[in-house]
C-alpha cells in the first residue's frame, strides 16, 4: 500500500537556523508531491506542490521542495526560518493508481525567537 | 476562508449521543473527503464521494454515517461513538475524484470531543 514517511515529529529551532524536513514516500509510479502547513488553529493550506518538470519546486514564504526521485522523497527547504513558521508541516503523495491523497503524520516546528 | 465551510467548529458530545457534522462547499468541486486527525497520527482518509457517490470507505466504523446529497455538501452523522473517536475532523473537496492529483482544499474542521 501507498504511504508516507516524515522522519522529524517535533522540530525546535530558532529563528534565522535553516530547515529541512524530510519527507519519503513508497510507491513506484508517477506522484503528485504535496506540502501542507497547518498554523495553530487554521485550516490545512498549501505550501507547495511537485507535478512534473523541474524537480525543485518554490512556494508560499520563502519554502522550497526537492524531488529526488531516485530516493523517494520530496524534502521540505527554508534557510532562515521565522517565528511566525511555528505549524504543523505535512507531506502528502497522490498517485493515480490510488486516486487519494495519502499523507504523512506530520512535523511540528516550533521556531523560537 | 477557504471555500469549504464546516459547522460546528467544536462539539462536544456524550457516547449516547447522536449528532452531525456539515461540510458545504461553493468552488465547483464534484469529490468531497473526510479525514480524521488525531495527534501524531497521519490523517486518516475516512470516505470519499464522487459525484455524490461513495467511492472509498476506509474500514470506518459504522458509528460513522456519511451522506452526501449533492456535489456542495457532505454529512458526517454520529452515534454512540466512544472515546478514542475524538480527533479533529477535516473536510476536503477536489474538483473530482482523479483531479484529486491537483490538491485538495480543506475546511477548518470540527474539534470532536467525545465525554
Known amino acids: 500500500a501507498q504511504s508516507v514517511s516524515q522522519h522529524n515529529h517535533h522540530v525546535i529551532l530558532s529563528e534565522a537556523a535553516s530547515l529541512e524536513l524530510g519527507c519519503n514516500y513508497s510507491?513506484?509510479?508517477?506522484?503528485?508531491l504535496f506540502w501542507y502547513v497547518q498554523y495553530p488553529g487554521q485550516h490545512l493550506q498549501l505550501l507547495l506542490k511537485?507535478?512534473?518538470?523541474?524537480?525543485l519546486v518554490k512556494g508560499i514564504k520563502g519554502f522550497e521542495a526537492e524531488f529526488i526521485k531516485s530516493k523517494f522523497s520530496f524534502n521540505l527547504r527554508k534557510p532562515s526560518v521565522q517565528w511566525s513558521d511555528t505549524a504543523e508541516y505535512f507531506c502528502?503523495?497522490?498517485?493515480?493508481?490510488?486516486?487519494?491523497?495519502?499523507f504523512g503524520a506530520g512535523t511540528r516546528l516550533a521556531v523560537h525567537p | 476562508e477557504t471555500g469549504v465551510t464546516q459547522t460546528p467548529r467544536h462539539l462536544v458530545m456524550g457516547m449516547t449521543n447522536k449528532k452531525s457534522l456539515k461540510c458545504e462547499q461553493h468552488l465547483g468541486h464534484n469529490a468531497m473527503y473526510w479525514y480524521k486527525q488525531s495527534a501524531k497520527k497521519p490523517l486518516e482518509l475516512m470516505f470519499v464521494?464522487?459525484?455524490?457517490?461513495?467511492?472509498e470507505n476506509n474500514s470506518v466504523p459504522s458509528r460513522f454515517s456519511p451522506e452526501c446529497p449533492n456535489s456542495s455538501h457532505l454529512f458526517l452523522h454520529l452515534h454512540t461513538l466512544q472515546p478514542e473517536d475524538s480527533a479533529l475532523y477535516l473536510c476536503a473537496s477536489s474538483q473530482d475524484q482523479a483531479g484529486g492529483g491537483y490538491g485538495y482544499t480543506f475546511g477548518s474542521g470540527t474539534r470532536l470531543t467525545v465525554v
Open positions: 511537485y507535478f512534473s518538470g523541474d524537480p
Open positions: 464521494y464522487n459525484f455524490k457517490e461513495q467511492t
Open positions: 510507491y513506484g509510479g508517477t506522484v503528485n
Open positions: 502528502a503523495v497522490f498517485s493515480g493508481g490510488y486516486n487519494k491523497l495519502i
